[in-house]
């Protein structure tokens, strides 16, 4: 009878909504954040659809590996032995594989070129101090292409032709000064070029070959967005996503000549989010507005059967990642929320789709990760405001230790996907709630323009409003709230524990910037627009800078910085450390010698993460994994 009783009494305990479930296993950094061997990521196929490339570790560190079609010839291509391969394409020959990178992160970037067989590797811009970045590539000329070079002047990148099969660089197109971007047609031929204005706005200027003067095309205020995606196929006109006339801004067809415009594809509140045409005939095939999550809408009617068959086959969001020249082949990526991205090759003719890979290794695969669910709410000014929610499994969806973690930019957003850092923190038992807040882009212009001249302002109103959103709605523990970001992020971490200071029980600040008077970015138009003129409103940037509250920080603070940061100088970190530590409270500073604005060496992010992590549990009890001997960075912390 005791053993029945007992029985029946553990029955009604699992029964009770107040026993939680047990919280799934720790997940360990080393996949989340390390290099495993069997992890693959960013698939392309060669233009002449016979080789699949994509980048896995070798030397420990990322690397271009290709394999042909339908056999299993996997060959690492690219050999480098310290920061890895980020950013890789093919060459339109299908022979060479081009890649850029830099040195510890200074964005001082060298195009290199690879032969995909005899593995022969060159330096194609060796030039010391200078930046390559790539202008364009078409495939019919698969041995030129268009790059820019800060030669001459170190502020402007000029348009050079570069010759793939000698090296040879001859100066296509001089930058005025002022172009910050260029527009090439489907002939290989500079024709347009994005100018930012005195006061902020764009300005496109365009010309009919290239030996003809430039003319103003287009021009608009520094309210409006806007941006040129290509020529159209008679090279007559431009594909155009302007938010002029609207709210959110909508893809248009302008004719060149005539400068007339006509919608193609709008919505009132979300912006154009993605456009996509034909690799060869640059006709129109689908748009792509991201609201909640992405909805695609097929404007080429031949390609809504394919169109259809990825939706039934993907379980999240899709879009077409590359294709072959030919159209037959595509690979697709397919996003949700509850595992990393996979990948699958699509054969147009057999209307079959055949995974490729996970993002993920299989052993990362085992582990349970958390769902990420869409949340609104209203700001203090009546603003309506968008956001993710990542709730813990396995742990009731009350009074839990959160994470606020603040996107950086900030003109960008955060997405419905798989977020490795959210799903991180998850794990490690916190919710974490990301927000966009005003200013970010995506939700029409009014809202983006709401967030100018607000950093430190109403757009950290909005995090705080959020904050107290997820109290009211019982998900967080109001005693148990940290604040964590990078860059945008970083700034908004200090904002919000010298601002703030009772709001958060503990923040971490990577790469964040701390005086807005004299960070280098802050001297461009847009930023002058978008936050302040550093020269006219030195009282109101110093009023908005956290290292003049320094003194002010109750909460313990995690401070991370590279560097070799260009964009936020070590300076800056250095400086509010010196402050708060003038002032007795208590700082923690984890620099790395060999970085820049982001962490690219998977040692020093595993180093890292474990320092944030136990920094975590230590202030706001979450779980974490003991650093291991690898990971320990008692040399780093200054």
Known sequence: MKQIFAFIATLVLLAS???????????????????????????????????????????????????????????????????????????????????????????NFHLYQINIQTKNTRDLTPFVGVQAQIVQLDPSRPYEMLIGLNWEDRKRHDVYRLNLKNGAVELDTRNPGDVTGWIVDNQLQVRGATVTTPDGGTEIRARAHPKAKWRCFQKWGPDETGWVHGFTPDNRGVWMVSSVGV???????????????????????????????HPTRRTLE????????????????????????????????????????????????????????CYYLYDRLTHKADLLFSEATPELLKYTFARCQPISFTARDGLGIHGYLTLPAGAEPKNLPMILFVHAGPWTRDSWAFNWYPQWLANRGYAVLQINFRGSTGYGKSFQNAGDREWGGKMQDDLIDGKRWAVEQGYADPKRVAIMGHSYGGYA?????????????????????ANLIWTPKFSEFGFKKRVGDWEKDADFLKARSPLF???????????????????????????????IRKSGKPVQYLLFPDEGHDLVRPENEMKCRAAEEAFLAKYLGGRAEPASEKEKCDDLMK
């Not at 039934?312 to 595509?330: M, S, V």
């Not at 919000?496 to 200071?501: I, Q, R």
């Not at 401070?559 to 402050?579: F, M």
Request: hydrophobic residues 35%.
């Open 493 to 513: 971490t200090l904002v919000g524990l010298t601002f703030t200071p009772d709001e958060f029980v503990c923040g971490v600040d990577e790469m964040g910037p």
């Open 549 to 579: 509250k320094a003194d002010r920080i109750q909460a313990p603070l995690l401070i991370v910085h590279g560097a070799n940061d260009p964009h936020v100088k070590q300076a800056e970190s250095d400086e509010i450390v010196q402050a």
């Open 247 to 277: 709210n959110a801004s909508r893809l248009m067809k302008f004719d060149l000549a005539s400068g007339k415009g006509e919608v193609i594809a709008q919505d009132p509140n979300y912006d154009i989010d993605y456009v996509q045409t």
């Open 17 to 107: 909504p107040d026993v939680r479930a047990e919280p799934p296993p720790l997940i360990p950094r080393e996949l989340l954040f390390g290099t495993p061997t069997n992890s693959k990521c960013a698939p392309d196929l060669s233009p002449n659809g016979k080789y699949l490339s994509y980048v896995a570790i070798d030397n420990q560190v990322m690397n271009v590996w290709v394999r042909s079609i339908g056999k299993q010839d996997d060959r690492v291509i690219t050999h480098d032995k310290k920061r890895g391969v980020g950013l890789y394409f093919w060459q339109p020959d299908s022979e060479h594989i081009l890649y850029l990178q830099d040195r510890d992160g200074d964005e």
């Open 286 to 341: 689908a748009v792509a507005i991201e609201r909640e999550r992405t909805d695609w809408t097929v404007m080429d009617e031949r390609l809504k059967p394919d169109y259809s068959i990825l939706k039934r086959t993907c379980e999240g969001d899709f879009k077409i990642y590359t294709r072959d020249l030919a159209d037959k082949k595509w690979i697709v990526a397919d996003d949700t929320d509850k595992r990393p991205r």
